[in-house]
């Protein structure tokens, strides 16, 4: 999918919770199933964070934590995750380059979006994190 997060998932309406529909599908690729879980987890909060105070737009509490989101995903696809670092550091950069796009046209004056303005620090310590991720982790 390339963009894989809860912001471009549909559901039915009512309960029990079944999923509608995967869309935006403009960065969608051919490639490994584990750089879309990547995407999922970098933002997603480790037992020891806050699932409501993770800075991001979505209140994951309630949710699993990040450990036992991916022990389930190993579990149904029968993949391996040991490695998903590597994943979650290309992940995070993929996506600082996406978010750098949007600060670049922003600042030309090609973009009027006023949100845009925030990616540029946004970018920088998400490239730091990754960086620091791919520096203290077996690659």
Do not use: C
């Not at 584990?34 to 995407?39: I, Y």
């Not at 040991?82 to 978010?99: G, P, Q, T």
């Not at 030309?108 to 620090?121: H, T, V």
Request: charged fraction near 20%; charge should be negative.
């Amino acid at each position: 999918h390339g963009d894989y997060q809860f912001a471009n998932v549909m559901f039915h309406h009512g309960g029990p919770a079944r999923m509608a529909a995967i869309v935006d599908w403009e960065m969608g690729t051919v490639g490994d199933p584990l750089l879309d879980l990547a995407w999922v987890v970098m933002g997603w909060p480790t037992s020891d964070e806050d699932a409501a105070g993770t800075g991001g737009y979505v209140d994951l509490t309630g949710m699993p934590s990040r450990d036992e989101l991916l022990e389930r995903y190993s579990t149904v696809s029968g993949r391996p995750v040991d490695e998903i670092d590597y994943y979650v550091v290309l992940a995070s950069f993929k996506m600082a380059i996406v978010l750098e796009g949007g600060y670049a046209r922003y600042v030309a004056g090609g973009a009027d979006n006023e949100k845009m303005e925030a990616f540029g620090p946004i970018v920088l310590d998400m490239a730091a994190r990754a960086a620091n991720l791919a520096g203290s982790t077996k690659l």
